[in-house]
């Protein structure tokens, strides 16, 4: 029997790679968007040639949806082997800028939907016996720090705080550990200064960004190491 994932914010990024990423090792897929249904509908044409994949509509941030992207995945799978909690927002501005409105929806979606999702499958997954949670947080969360992001800085730290808690709430049949990319070829950051790009890859040692392809892998391989759980891993290219 194939094993099943289910990815948040999957229609595009690191999100939509990691879903190829699982759909060419044979696992079943879940592919969640909230807005992106044309992005999604098109990963969905893709990796359906090649594995069994079902497309769920749900803002994570909302327990009705969650819930609702569980049932759905059992109805069509029957079980729930991995969570990749993906699902992310961003809205940088200076000081001056921030609004508590923003600040809430960022804490909504980063932060509370991560805890909505451990919560509700993870919860399932114990009563399963088996299961993996892989939480996406960022190198923001630990150690590199930007005010133009505080909002998005403090949710990926609440990310870490969470997955801790709840590896120790799950073991020993559910593994939660947690991945931290640093900068990433993704859409989020299509915008960013060419300037400000070449400046922040001097202090990669690498001297560029991920690609999105990368940090699937890298979810991938910890999700299959059995005896990795409650492990924060940093994946930014050698930031110094």
Known sequence: MKKVVIVTGSSKGIGAATIKYYANNNYNVVINYNHSLDDAQKLYDEVSKIT????????ISKEEDVKKLMDETIKAFGRIDTLVNNAGIAIDTTLEDKTVENFRRI???NLIGTFLTCKHIGTYMKEQGTGSIINISSTNGLDSYYPYSMDYDA?????ISLS??????YAPNVRVNTICPGWVNTEM?????????KEECKHILLNRFAEPEEIAKTIYETDNNL???DSIIKVDGGRC
Do not use: P, R, T
């Open 189 to 197: 950051n299509k915008e960013l200064d060419d300037d400000y790009k």
């Open 164 to 169: 801790h808690n709840f590896a120790l709430l």
């Open 155 to 159: 949710s990926k730290a609440g990310v």
């Open 227 to 229: 005896y990795l759980n």
């Open 52 to 59: 069994d994949a079902i497309l769920v509509q749900a803002d």
């Open 107 to 109: 804490i909504d979606v």
